[in-house]
Nanobody
Framework: QVQLVESGGGLVQPGGSLRLSCAAS????????IGWFRQAPGKEREGVSC????????YYADSVKGRFTISRDNAKNTVYLQMSKLKPEDTAVYYC????????????????WGQGTLVTVSS
């Protein structure tokens, strides 16, 4: 059974850091591009970051560039999103996604989605 499970969300103060994890089961992440999307209350789901399978190229949305870092540990079949200098506007449910053939921020390009993990940035 193919599954992506996110963890690491929670409540953090502005300026703080969190690391989200996305563990895959049922398939090998090595051959998949992995992305992170987020959806804030009342807003559209948006692509935050993604990492390719071929050469580990990365993409970041302008809103998180310089603050978030995506990485993968193929040995652990896990992808991470290190988030620092968090702002209240980063509050959202964060979703991990995987695609064997697509790399980018188009939601429809991804085959597998996790259930999401909530990140709340508030004092």
């Amino acid at each position: 059974q193919v599954q992506l499970v996110e963890s690491g969300g929670g409540l953090v103060q502005p300026g703080g850091s969190l690391r989200l994890s996305c563990a895959a089961s049922g398939f090998t992440l090595d051959y998949y591009a992995i992305g992170w999307f987020r959806q804030a209350p009342g807003k559209e789901r948006e692509g935050v970051s993604c990492i390719s399978s071929s050469d580990n190229s990365t993409y970041y949305a302008d809103s998180v560039k310089g603050r978030f870092t995506i990485s993968r540990d193929n040995a652990k079949n896990t992808v991470y999103l290190q988030m620092s200098k968090l702002k209240p506007e980063d509050t959202a449910v964060y979703y991990c996604v995987a695609s064997e053939h697509y790399y980018g921020t188009y939601r429809g390009g991804y085959d597998y989605w996790g259930q999401g993990t909530l990140v709340t940035v508030s004092s």
